[in-house]
């Protein structure tokens, strides 16, 4: 446990922490943000999309080269 010798010294460590604690919230909500945008249905169908025109690439590649 720390030992304070001046009321200067427990609001600066206050202080910081209350900074922290605002940063953290700040990386919660750009968490929360990333996730949601995440969870929509159009990035599931443009990543679907992709994915299916990765295969169709490779399946056309594949008949090209027999």
């Known amino acids: ?8 010294e427990i609001e600066k ?10 940063i953290a ?3 919660l909500k750009i968490v929360k943000y990333n996730f ?5 249905p ?3 169908i443009s990543s679907a999309f992709r994915t299916i025109s990765k295969y169709g690439i490779l399946m056309l590649i594949k008949k090209i080269l027999k």
């Open 42 to 44: 159009v990035n599931w």
């Open 1 to 8: 446990m720390k030992t304070y010798t001046s009321f200067a």
């Open 36 to 40: 949601e945008e995440f969870l929509k």
């Open 13 to 22: 460590d206050l202080r910081q922490l209350e900074l922290e604690k605002e």
């Open 25 to 27: 919230k700040e990386e």
